[in-house]
């Protein structure tokens, strides 16, 4: 994938080879001037990444020129600045990114961004979504396959867990079935393997199995694994999983819905992430408060998730936060915890919580919850649209425009 910075430091060129793998990314560095930007045509970037406050021509300039250029108007937008989130509407219309990288930032911070955007865009260019099956029985290979091509996938087979990791690896399906018990690598193995590589660990598997208890469920969860199906498994069932696991309902949901997620467990940040994608959602995570309120201060979110495991029982003092604030009365908070109390769930909701959800959660529960939490946030906004068009008849006359 094409990385262009748009930076007047030359001698930053090598801060930023140093950050990206040349196998995945390839680099070129670009002054703010006009004919610099111009030798981004022939380039072609899929990512650019830019200054607030360019030497030569201010960011809202650059923007100009990115979305009037037909090779760049569909590139991903890349701020990258030590400004707080109050002061960049002053450089950049927040609406034009989509992402920011806060000064100082790291290599993993960059990764976790731009495999995002790699693993959107290799998707964006299938014409049907795709599955990688894995499974040692040729039989159960077979069957999949022809179960998954019905409900409009491509499937891609492999024999074993080692197998498995390379076609994921290298073809970033939609969504992946493992088998559980498999030779050279098992499924659990394959799963914990996709689970520590950016590229792979957001990728949603299903674990078909011909033994689901509860203990299997709690590892899965541990390694990613979001849904379970039973072998020998019915039909309507692998349908159903796959329709939660992917959102299939997402048509129903408005357009650019944000998430808002506040969880600082990498593996369950993941699930999330991946889980709102799916529904359709543009989801933003917060590893911490501060970078929390400054995300509040860039989007307004349609829906909250945060994890109650904060410090000093902040994660409650948050949600009481939010609630103050008129602007958050409406939108939908869902707490987060690995704590199965009663009284904490209750102070919870007595904190302005929307609903307890306790980790781990099986993924049609997941669904379920958010879903109604959507639905009551879409006729919400709906009703406000409405009363404002009323209001907006009530005060102008329609004949005359006054």
Known sequence: M?????????????????????????????????????????FAPEIIVFNAVPAQRSAFELVSHFKQETVLKGAYLVLATSFDAENITSFVDPAVLDGVLWKPFTRNTVLDLFDRFFIDHRRQRRAQPLVVIVDDSSTMRRVLSREMRELGFEPMTGRNGEEGFALIKEH????????????????????????????????????????????????????????FVKKPFDRDRLAEAVRCVLGRNQSKLPDKLHALVLESDEMVASILLRFFTRLGLIPHLAGDVITFNALLKLLEPDIITLNLALNDGEGLNLCRQLRAQPQMDAVPIVAISTDDSVNLMLESL???VNDYIRVPFANEELFARINNLLRVRRLQSELIRKNRALEDLAVHDGATGM
């Open 172 to 227: 970033i399906p939609d969504i992946a079935l493992v088998d559980m018990a498999m030779p050279v690598m098992s499924g659990t193995e394959l799963c914990a393997s996709l689970a520590a590589d950016p590229l792979t660990r957001t990728i949603p598997v299903i674990m078909v199995s011909a033994i689901v208890d509860e203990e299997i469920i709690r590892q899965g969860f541990n390694i990613g694994i979001i849904d």
């Open 2 to 42: 094409k990385v262009a910075v748009v930076e007047d430091s030359p001698w930053l060129a090598k801060v930023w080879e140093d950050l990206l793998p040349p196998e995945t990314y390839t680099f070129e560095l670009v002054d703010s001037s006009v004919g610099g930007v111009a030798k981004l045509i022939d």
């Open 350 to 352: 007595r904190s302005g």
